[in-house]
């Protein structure tokens, strides 16, 4: 429950589309679901703010009506208080917007809802409202928004009457930027002046992550690396002129892993839990992911994991090319994805072509993802681009080696096991650039050289595991951010 007495020194909004373990489609999600409880020990308050989708309204445990919007996007709404795993939400029951099967994005069907631009639009409007003080149940001192569902916010910030909160704008990921349009604009209830090059505008059309980026008060992204990465015209998307301009205010902050759900030595999803100290023990959880999958029991065939959305950006296409290599090196290679059909599809067929040597499953499995970490030996994320990227971090919680491209978080989070790290004992992972076929087949190599050397594998597997990987850092970093912010509003 949202109660205005436990305000603590310093409160926080987070405007989100996901969040686990709510609702979620990647990573987005689980940093959203991990913030709060990250900030707490630096004295800050997080409430989050998500749509009503089915599986959030079956989740909520306490919850209690705040507010009611007559009008919200083409219906009543109503605005609740209320908790759920752990965390405090204000949830926007809207049903005509929210309350449908599929994911937050897509019916079941695979197509976007037609009338995302609204659906999203009224996400921000209501952040807005909260944000500017409005709802006297919860007064943020900072409103941090995530992602493009969450871009208009500062705009209704900027454009509303009520007090300007400041704002934080997060890309997670500047590929999707929620861009609508231009004829989206009159329903969206923003001042005419608003669908200008300093407001909502972009290129002729409306930019919800462009008004985001433009407005806020400060912009941040998930790993260092790719918020430098932005502001370069090869990989800004577009926005690399509007992220110059703005360059003083943008950081890179890294995200964590949440240590009590990714953790091994207490892990319900394993078959045997493990840790540094006793290691050995991680070979039962080879063995069960090897007969979960229908691979050949053999505890010496290095086994590749992939935990993935399978889309373009995750390379995952150039690991098509490469299973061949990996089932001529002896070793074994786990699939778990869903996304492009064609590529759902090649891993289907690799498994058909090379039974007892890959295992596909094209899903979604929490449970999975969770054995597949412990059960391989080395994660594959060969990404085109990757802002920051979680699996190689639970990957290496785990004790399987990252096999990572030279980008964004990938680059910020692990050390290339070359021969200068290994002098110096700090490798954790396979590092490999460019982002091509034939240095993935490479790095594949690479990697199962590195394993045929099991007492240098050990030492890089211990390294990855007592690498700090949780939200401690981080949150100092954010804590420092909203307090700069709220500071200088106090002034
Ligand atoms: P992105 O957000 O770009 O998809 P991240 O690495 O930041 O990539 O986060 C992906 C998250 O989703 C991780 O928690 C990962 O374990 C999870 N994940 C991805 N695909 C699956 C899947 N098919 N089944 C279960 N979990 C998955
Ligand atoms: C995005 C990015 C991923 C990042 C995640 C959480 O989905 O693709 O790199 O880890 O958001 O910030």
Redesign the pocket.
């Known amino acids: 429950m949202v109660t205005p007495e436990a305000k603590p020194p310093l409160s926080v909004l987070s405007v989100v589309a996901e969040v686990f373990p709510l609702i ?1 489609t ?3 999600a ?1 940093v959203a679901g991990a913030l709060p409880a990250a900030l707490a020990p630096e004295g800050v308050r997080i409430v989050t703010l998500v749509p009503g989708y089915p599986t959030v309204m079956a989740a909520l445990e306490m919850q209690e009506v705040l507010h009611t919007f007559a009008d919200l996007f083409g219906g009543r709404a109503t605005l609740l208080g209320a908790q759920a795993a752990g965390l405090d939400l204000l949830v926007i029951d809207a049903p005509h917007l929210y309350n449908r099967p599929g994911n937050p994005y897509v019916g079941p069907d695979g197509q976007e809802w037609g009338d995302n631009a609204q659906r999203f639009a009224a996400l921000a409007a209501v952040g807005a409202f909260v944000g500017s003080g409005r709802l006297p149940a919860f007064e943020p001192d900072v409103v941090h928004c995530h992602d493009w569902q969450a871009g208009l916010t500062p705009a209704y910030i900027t454009y509303g009457t009520a007090r300007r909160t400041p704002s934080i704008m997060t890309v ?2 500047l590929a999707f930027q929620g861009q609508y349009p231009a004829s989206v604009f009159a329903s969206l209830g923003l001042p005419s002046y608003a669908m200008s090059v300093d407001g909502v505008e972009y290129y002729g059309q409306v930019g919800f992550l462009k008004a985001g980026l433009r407005l806020a008060d400060r912009i941040t992204t998930v790993s260092p690396t790719y918020a430098a990465e932005i502001r370069t015209p090869e990989n800004g998307m577009g926005l690399d002129g509007l992220l110059r301009g703005r360059a003083d205010l943008v950081s890179g902050i890294l ?1 964590g892993i949440d240590e009590a759900h990714w953790d091994p030595t207490r892990d319900p999803l394993l078959a045997q839990p493990f840790s540094v100290e006793a290691l050995g023990q991680r070979a039962a959880n080879k063995a069960a992911l090897q007969g979960r999958l229908n691979l050949e029991h053999d505890p010496g065939a290095l086994v590749f994991g992939v ?3 399978l889309t373009w ?2 390379g995952l296409d150039m690991l098509l090319g490469c299973v061949d290599t990996i089932v001529r090196l002896g070793a074994q290679l786990v699939v ?3 996304g492009d059909g064609w590529m759902e599809q090649g891993f289907r067929d690799a498994e058909r072509r090379h039974p007892g040597r890959v295992g596909t499953v094209i ?4 449970g ?2 969770h054995q597949i970490q412990a059960g391989c030996d080395a994660l594959l994320v060969p990404s085109r681009f ?7 971090l ?1 990957a290496m919680r785990y004790g399987a080696l990252p096999v990572v491209t030279h980008v964004g978080g990938l680059a910020d989070t692990v050390i290339d096991a070359n021969e200068a790290a290994r002098n110096r004992g700090i490798g954790t992972g396979v590092v490999f650039s460019p982002a091509t076929r034939d240095m993935l087949d490479t790095a594949i190599m690479r990697t199962a050289e590195l394993w045929r050397d099991q007492e240098l594998w050990h030492q890089f597997q211990i390294n990855a595991m007592m690498t700090d990987v949780s939200w401690r850092g981080p949150a100092k970093h954010y804590a420092a951010l909203y307090r700069s912010l709220a500071r200088a509003e106090w002034a």
């Open positions: 979620k990647g990573g987005l689980d997670h990921n995200n935990i993935s959305r950006q995750k778990l994805g869903a899903g979604y499995d929490e999975l993802a990757e802002p920051c990227g979680l699996t190689q639970s």
